[in-house]
RNA sequence: GUGACCGUAGCUCAGGCGGUUAGAGCGCCAGGUUGUGGCCCUGGAGGUCGGGGGUUCAAGUCCCCUCGGUCACCCCA
């Protein structure tokens, strides 16, 4: 309690041992296998890519107008070079895939991603400053069967956890001519009310109109209620391409509620848009959101449009969902011996007789400090140990050591080179 | 960035209107067996009461500042 050193504001350590999921290393470790088989088995390959990128990546591929690049970003800079810590990981992605040119790849190219991204964020429940976001991307095809194929595999992913009470929510947002039109037009029907708006949808009124649909202020709400709706405005491919979406996950049985005012908040959004959400974690429910980015490659650079749909999850959240719903993960593996030496000639037998067990492969354990057998036998109780192997002098002299069966009881004489045999033959 | 609540041992918490050596339970360590765990008994270590300043004869307790935590707004995964 003095002054030693802390962890930054909004991060935290994910601890062997924690009473909350989110701190606890087996209850990630579970979710990631989890949701690694589920994207394999969708043909999602792995990208990783660095922690830092150039803050223009971020700034162009996001949208100067959304709140994350202008107010929300770690950034610094050392000589000419802008940096900023990533905040999101599709426009990585994208930028792997342009620098990369993984287009020349054969067919569509299917990445997933897992990683620790920051959002410089006031800290609370589900939301922290330095957090983890898993996602998959379809780069290279236009085709609405990659639309309903990423959120199918979204949703998915929570099925194979056991995961309950959550509900996927899609919109389609148009094409960027269609978005456009529809800005001006919302601008025009905002514009008499505008002193009745908040700052912010003021503000918004500018920047990007159709983020006033989504606000959660009741009063904003019933203005947005009788706002021109989205769809009257989209164009028809973008409908067709929407209705086709929406087929496709009927034909898999996957349960969506449309949502007229679903917009995603980054620029880079056009057409499929969806967002999961739980009813278990708080204020921040979204698990998952994503949509089809269309635009994204010529934001960054690329001289051809790349079409482009996929998902971003968080996995604090997942987890704070987890353990809301009593989600459990399979147990540690337990401990096959610990092993108490007594005397420095039976200690030194200890060590080197453990690396042995270890590298036959038993998970062994022995205590490096110079404590009484009792302690030590208490500790190896605590560490739930099925054996405890005891060489004193006499063990030395002969060769056996005693091997105590911490369940029954019941404690036998075994040759040091039995021992294996033994330790393995109660594994079950 | 704004707001509310909170900050006493490793953990969970007690500490009426300020009063002298700050407590409990659990955990940890040790002893009760010259080489044996769980239960029980005994003892011990561990706190500059988040930090700084102020009021007062006296502050864990009151005031101010500050740093953290939690939750919400906002925003998003």
Request: glycine share 6%; aromatic share 8%.
């Amino acid at each position: 309690m003095k002054h030693t050193i802390r962890s930054i504001e909004g991060t935290y350590d994910i601890l062997p041992q924690s009473p909350s999921a989110m701190h606890r290393a087996a209850a990630w470790r579970h979710a990631e296998e989890t949701i690694r088989a589920v994207l394999e088995r969708f043909a999602f390959e792995e990208i990783r890519t660095p922690v830092v990128e150039p803050l223009a990546l971020i700034a162009r591929g996001m949208g100067g107008s959304t709140d994350i690049v202008t107010k929300e970003m770690f950034s610094f800079e050392r000589g000419k070079t802008h940096y900023v810590l990533r905040p999101e990981l599709t426009a990585p992605v994208m930028r792997a895939y342009l620098q990369h040119h993984m287009g020349q790849r054969p067919g569509e190219q299917r990445f997933f991603y897992f990683g620790p991204c920051f959002r410089a964020e006031r800290p609370q429940k589900g939301r922290y400053r330095q957090f983890h976001q898993y996602g998959a991307e379809i780069i290279g095809t236009n085709d609405a069967r990659a639309d309903a194929e990423i959120i199918a595999c979204t949703v998915e992913i929570y099925r194979a956890l056991g995961l309950k009470n959550t509900k996927l929510r899609i919109n389609t947002l148009g094409d960027a001519a269609s978005r456009a039109r529809y800005s001006a037009v919302l601008r025009e029907y905002f514009a008499p009310m505008k002193d009745k708006l908040s700052a912010a949808s003021q503000k918004r009124l500018q920047s990007n109109p159709l983020r006033i649909l989504d606000t959660k202020l009741d009063y904003e709400r019933d203005l947005v209620r009788n706002a021109p709706q989205l769809m009257t405005h989209v164009d028809e491919e973008s409908l067709n391409h929407y209705e086709a979406v929406k087929a496709y996950l009927k034909r898999v049985g996957i349960d969506f509620a449309e949502d007229p005012f679903l917009v995603r908040g980054l620029d880079y959004y056009s057409r499929t848009a969806f967002e999961v959400e739980s009813f278990d974690i708080g204020a921040q429910s979204a698990l998952a959101g994503g949509g089809r980015y269309d635009r994204l490659a010529e934001a960054i650079g690329s001289k051809q449009a790349v079409p482009a749909v996929g998902f971003a999850a968080g996995m604090e959240r997942l987890l704070l969902a987890m353990e809301a719903q009593d989600v459990s993960w399979p147990a540690a593996a337990p401990l096959d011996a610990f092993l108490i030496g007594l005397g420095e000639a039976a200690k030194a037998e200890v060590f080197a007789l453990a690396f042995q067990l270890r590298r036959d492969g038993l998970h062994v354990v022995h205590g490096l400090h110079n404590r009484s057998m009792k302690a030590q036998m208490r500790t190896a109780h605590r560490l739930r140990a099925r054996y405890c192997i005891i060489i004193g002098d006499n063990e030395l002299a002969s060769r056996q050591a005693q091997v105590k069966d911490m369940d029954q009881g019941t404690q036998e004489s075994v040759p040091f080179d039995a021992l294996p045999r033994i330790l393995f033959s109660h594994r079950s």
